[in-house]
Every structure is written in structure tokens, then in C-alpha cells.
């Protein structure tokens, strides 16, 4: 479904990314590991359009968009759904609201099918009833809960998922990564995550990439991450100081 290849961004003298190639598959969960600013929430921007490399493709069913118009930028995204690392709900909006804004801003639905929608997606997620709390009330795994809920509300064909366990104790980690699983054979959707926590990412990937340097460096199923002898892909794996990751 997303092919991305030979991609180039920099800015300024930062080279971010270095002739990157990645294809995602369709209807799968697609996990982009490595060290913090490596890369990969520039990675992810480039998927939905949000930055255009200084050279090379990112094509979509096929479809270059980094040619894409603002308009058709705009169209793409519709197909999308975004959960952010922090939630980024809306403060000063209930749950109830903040679900159902994707529907409010690109539908044309009455408020009752609208709410009704909303309902539906918090069940999905486990949070019945809650229409009328405000994020505030929340705990962060209510909140990365809630905001999944909001992701969902368009039935997107591809799902971003931005560190969706940081933040989160061990427990609600495991609850948030069961929930992914749950959502991706549900909706049949293709997800494509990007996160720290190998625990996490071991249990929800159907296939692991880790990005060093600019390139993906290592790609496959989780048991073929788990045989590699890639050096940079064990240390990262390990989490120890020795290796060729150098620690800044």
C-alpha cells in the first residue's frame, strides 16, 4: 500500500534521511524502531504528506503524492487517522466532542448519527459512557484511548500511530498495545507505528524496520528481527551503551 523510496530530507546540514527505502503492506501493522531523533516521527510526516523529501518517492496505492496539490493533500488524508504520542485532545472539549471534530469538520451528519458514530468508536475502545468527561478527568491511558476513539471516527484505510505507549505504565502499555491488535483486525486497517518500547512492539508488529543513520538498517517479521546479527539492530534491541550506536 505505501512504498517509500529513495528518500532524502535534510535541514540544513542534518542529514535526516539518506536514500531511505521502506514498503509497508497493506492490512498489516508495520513497526519503525530506533534511537530517539533518528528519524522517525520525520518518517512519519512524510507518509501523510505533512513534509516533502528533497528527493525521492513516497507513493500510495501506487499514487506519487509528493506531487500531490494541496487539495489532493487534503482528499489523502481523509483516508488517514493519527494518534499522537501525547493524545493531543482538545482541552476545553469533552471526549464526546473531541471524537466526534473529524466528523463535525468533513461530514455533512446530523448531530444524532454523529453522536451515535461517537458511542460506537468509544465502545470500540473500551471507554462506554464517557462522552461527557473532559480530558482532563482522564489517565493517560483513558486519553491515548480517547484519542484512538477520534482516529477511528473517518474508518480510515491507514492508521498513524505516534509512540502510542510512552508515557504509560507496563500494565496500560500491554492493555494499549492489545487494543491496536484489536483495532487492525476489526477495521482491517493498515498501521504503521513508530515506537521505543520492544516489548510493545514485539507483541503488536507484523513487521519491524529499524531506521540508523538514515536508512532503514534491518526489516522483517518479528522472528527474523529476533535471528539478525545486524550489530546496531542487537544493541538497539538490548538497550546497551557498547555497540556502533554511538551515545550522544
Excluded: W
Excluded at 86 to 111: C, I, K, Y
Amino acid at each position: 500500500m505505501i512504498d517509500l523510496i529513495d528518500i532524502c530530507k535534510s535541514f540544513g546540514n542534518n542529514v535526516v534521511l539518506n536514500g531511505l527505502n521502506l514498503s509497508i503492506e497493506a492490512g498489516k501493522i508495520t513497526v519503525i524502531i530506533g534511537q530517539s531523533g533518528v528519524g522517525k516521527s520525520v518518517l512519519l510526516k512524510h507518509i501523510i504528506g505533512l513534509l516533502r523529501p528533497d528527493s525521492g518517492r513516497v507513493d500510495i496505492d501506487g499514487h506519487d503524492i509528493t506531487a500531490f496539490n494541496d487539495r489532493q493533500l487534503n482528499e489523502l488524508r481523509k483516508r488517514f487517522g493519527m494518534l499522537f504520542q501525547g493524545a493531543a485532545l482538545f482541552d476545553s472539549m469533552t471526549v464526546g466532542q473531541n471524537v466526534a471534530f473529524p466528523l463535525v469538520e468533513h461530514t455533512r451528519l446530523t448531530r444524532g448519527e454523529i453522536m451515535e458514530i461517537v458511542s460506537e468508536k468509544l465502545s470500540h475502545v473500551g471507554l462506554k459512557g464517557v462522552e461527557d468527561r473532559m480530558p482532563s478527568e482522564l489517565s493517560g491511558g483513558m486519553r491515548k484511548r480517547v484519542g484512538l476513539a477520534r482516529a477511528i471516527a473517518l474508518e480510515p484505510e491507514i492508521i498513524l500511530f505516534d509512540e502510542p505507549t510512552t508515557g504509560l505504565d507496563p500494565i496500560m502499555a500491554d492493555a494499549i498495545g492489545q487494543l491496536i491488535i484489536d483495532i487492525q483486525n476489526r477495521l482491517n486497517v493498515t498501521c504503521v507505528a513508530i515506537s521505543h518500547d520492544i516489548k510493545s512492539t514485539f507483541k503488536i508488529a507484523h513487521t519491524i524496520a529499524m531506521l540508523h543513520e538514515g536508512k532503514i538498517i534491518e526489516y522483517g517479521t518479528p522472528e527474523e528481527i529476533e535471528k539478525s546479527n545486524n550489530p546496531a539492530l542487537i544493541q538497539f534491541l538490548e538497550g546497551n551503551v557498547e555497540g556502533p550506536i554511538q551515545v550522544v
